[in-house]
């Protein structure tokens, strides 16, 4: 049991650890990563999750994908300038054509995927939020 919380512990430290690399590397994405970390901190460390959970920054996203499978416009828009920014630079930086090509595919993929997920946006504090 206890190296199977140690395990979990591990790879949700090393997820945040990327997730939080991954905002400011390109092709290293963040919200998978500080999804995978809330997953393993909720079998491993109450601690962490709650952290997690609490953080002004990761909590509404995470708060927002648990109950609703949606993030905020901001959070999209975001995402995607962040996207297209990071992949436009890699593809000018990488020297095979192959690769060029690769990153362009995989591009498509993940704006089409990030691009369909529900929007959902709260009005100010009212009751009907929660």
């Not at 416009?73 to 930086?93: D, H, Q």
């Not at 054509?97 to 089409?112: C, H, N, Q, R």
């Amino acid at each position: 049991m206890i190296i199977r919380r140690l395990f979990f512990h591990f790879v949700g430290v090393l997820s945040l650890i990327l997730g939080i690399l991954g905002i400011f590397l390109p092709l290293l994405p963040t919200t998978p990563f500080i999804l995978l970390a809330s997953a393993c901190f909720m079998r491993s460390s109450p601690k962490f999750h709650r952290w997690l959970h609490q953080h002004k920054t990761f909590g509404p996203i995470l708060t927002n994908w648990h109950q609703n499978k949606a993030v905020t416009a901001t959070v999209k828009k975001r995402g995607v300038i962040c996207i297209l920014l990071s992949f436009a630079f890699s593809i000018w930086v990488v020297p095979h054509f192959w690769l060029k090509i690769a990153l362009v595919v995989m591009l498509v993929v993940l704006l089409s995927w990030f691009i369909r997920l529900p929007v959902i946006e709260y009005l100010a504090d009212r009751q009907e939020n929660h």
